[in-house]
């Protein structure tokens, strides 16, 4: 790659090295994390369209917003950018 100065980037790479089956849990986290972000966008979305589109009476309503609330509240605290 080549940036406007001209510049050649090398690409970068990162290696994460595991002691299994010691690791094991965090070796797995590592590899469904993307996984585990799709999950979290769908629930976002899904979310989402219950708050924008769905006829909810007041009550259900509230209650909607009040999980997405909590719901980005969390994502945010973790620094998960959907």
Same mark, same amino acid.
């Not at 990162?14 to 070796?27: G, I, M, R, S």
């Not at 797995?28 to 585990?36: F, Q, S, T």
């Not at 969390?74 to 620094?79: D, G, H, P, R």
């Given at each position: 790659? %080549?940036?406007?100065?001209?510049?050649?980037? =090398?690409?970068?790479? +990162?290696?994460? /090295?595991?002691?299994?089956?010691?690791? =094991?849990? /965090? &070796?797995?986290? +590592? %590899?469904? +994390? !993307? @996984?585990?972000? #799709? +999950?979290? &966008? !769908?629930?976002? !979305?899904?979310? @989402?369209?219950? &708050? =924008?589109?769905? /006829?909810?009476?007041? !009550? /259900? &309503?509230?209650? %909607?917003? #009040?999980? @997405?609330? =909590?719901?980005?509240?969390?994502?945010?605290?973790?620094?998960?950018?959907?």
């Amino acid at each position: 790659m %080549v940036t406007r100065n001209n510049t050649i980037l =090398k690409p970068m790479k +990162a290696t994460l /090295e595991f002691n299994l089956p010691e690791d =094991k849990y /965090e &070796w797995e986290n +590592a %590899v469904n +994390a !993307d @996984r585990m972000m #799709r +999950a979290l &966008w !769908d629930i976002n !979305d899904e979310l @989402r369209k219950l &708050w =924008k589109y769905e /006829e909810l009476n007041e !009550d /259900e &309503w509230n209650m %909607v917003d #009040r999980i @997405r609330e =909590k719901f980005n509240e969390i994502i945010n605290e973790n620094q998960i950018q959907l």
